[in-house]
């Protein structure tokens, strides 16, 4: 008897990988729609009585009530890394095994960072409107030597070491903070405690995972701290940076500006069916969307839908090992799960 599995926030681009690979052992319905207390209550009795497995991405809220509403659910399957979206106290209460991928679209991540940050400093976007703008005035757009800069680098996993790579080959300084030192990165990268790296680089790229602990580490007081000709990216997560004190800084010019691939309350800002829907259910959310939509107007922000992993060789990867994953845990195994 095939396996039923249900896969939420399925996307356009994963619609390859399914073509070219085929689950016989899987009976798998697809739904675009992110799973959450709402949406749990669309699925047939059939549905909720017999999946055994579930695949999200971080779009979907897997609380405790969605759990109950399962009743032989085996395994719950991230397609990311991260997986603060799934309360996984209440699937181990279950049994039920939680998986994630980890350390995929590195090298993805990573070009992507490097992109929003020649595009700032450059002044591409500004560059482009200009040229559009039939009104427009003598403007110029001068940028920096990306060569002469320093980039300080906050976190040195998988995706944070290859931008210090590629940082390097570009001919930066490059500043790094992690509890951990990497001994390969040492011949390019110097190590520096997190507040001198604030002080003292041009450009401060946010590659860390989000723990709950390390909620607004950059907030008004590091800002305060940066160059004001300095540049700040968050490729991460959302809940690392606030929003809000970034807006106040940029609108004060303590900062040049920013990239952000990722915010806070994300469903607000980029899922736009999903935001009338919601609208007036969350005042922290609601006030976070309102910052967003008003940093996007700033010429010297780029504000972009968290698709820095996004290339199709990195959503190839990511979803052969999901199902390296949940194959592995429905033979007995854990060598997947990277928790």
């Known amino acids: 008897m095939a396996i039923?599995?249900?896969?939420?926030?399925?996307?356009d681009s994963e619609k390859k990988f399914f073509e070219e690979n085929k689950f016989d052992n899987f009976d798998i319905t697809f739904f675009k729609e992110s799973l959450?207390?709402?949406?749990?209550?669309?699925?047939?009795?059939?549905?909720?009585?017999?999946?055994?497995?579930?695949?999200?991405?971080?779009?979907?809220?897997?609380?405790?009530?969605?759990?109950?509403?399962?009743?032989?659910?085996?395994?719950?399957?991230?397609?990311s890394t991260g997986i603060d979206h799934i309360n996984h106290r209440a699937c181990v209460d279950k049994n039920i095994d939680v998986i994630n991928v980890g350390s995929y679209g590195s090298r993805s991540v990573a070009q992507y960072t490097m992109g929003l940050m020649i595009a700032l400093i450059r002044k591409i976007i500004p560059a482009s409107r200009y040229v559009l703008n039939k009104d427009r005035a003598c403007d110029t757009f001068i940028g920096r030597d990306i060569s002469k800069l320093t980039i300080g680098v906050v976190g040195t996993g998988s995706i944070g070491a290859a931008v210090c790579k590629l940082a390097h080959a570009m001919g930066m300084k490059v500043l790094a903070y992690d509890l951990v030192h990497r001994q390969e990165l040492l011949e390019e990268v110097e190590y520096f405690d997190f507040n001198e790296l604030i002080k003292q680089?041009?450009?401060?790229?946010?590659?860390?995972?989000?723990?709950?602990?390390?909620?607004?580490?950059?907030?008004?007081?590091?800002?305060?701290?940066?160059?004001k000709d300095a540049y700040i990216i968050n490729t991460s997560r959302?809940?690392?940076?606030?929003?809000?004190?970034?807006?106040?800084?940029?609108?004060?010019?303590?900062?040049?500006?920013?990239?952000?691939?990722?915010?806070?309350?994300?469903?607000?800002?980029?899922?736009?069916?999903?935001?009338?829907?919601?609208?007036?259910?969350?005042?922290?959310?609601?006030?976070?969307?309102?910052?967003?939509?008003?940093?996007?107007?700033?010429?010297?922000?780029?504000?972009?839908?968290?698709?820095?992993?996004?290339?199709?060789?990195?959503?190839?990867?990511?979803?052969?090992?999901?199902?390296?994953?949940?194959?592995?845990?429905?033979?007995?195994?854990?060598?997947?799960?990277?928790?």
Do not use: W
Request: charged residues 25%.
């Open 36 to 79: 959450n207390e709402d949406t749990v209550n669309n699925l047939t009795e059939e549905q909720l009585e017999h999946t055994a497995v579930i695949s999200v991405f971080i779009d979907s809220e897997v609380t405790q009530a969605v759990i109950d509403k399962f009743k032989n659910l085996r395994t719950v399957s991230t397609r």
């Open 4 to 11: 039923k599995m249900l896969i939420f926030d399925f996307r």
């Open 201 to 227: 680089s041009d450009v401060i790229t946010l590659h860390v995972p989000y723990t709950g602990e390390n909620y607004h580490m950059i907030s008004s007081q590091q800002f305060k701290m940066m160059k």
């Open 238 to 339: 959302g809940e690392i940076l606030d929003t809000i004190a970034l807006y106040d800084a940029i609108n004060a010019k303590e900062i040049a500006g920013a990239g952000l691939d990722v915010v806070s309350c994300e469903t607000y800002s980029f899922k736009c069916n999903q935001f009338s829907q919601r609208l007036g259910e969350d005042m922290i959310c609601m006030k976070e969307a309102e910052t967003v939509e008003k940093l996007a107007l700033m010429p010297n922000v780029i504000i972009t839908p968290h698709i820095a992993y996004e290339t199709q060789d990195a959503v190839d990867y990511l979803l052969e090992m999901t199902f390296k994953g949940i194959q592995d845990c429905i033979q007995g195994g854990s060598k997947f799960k990277n928790l």
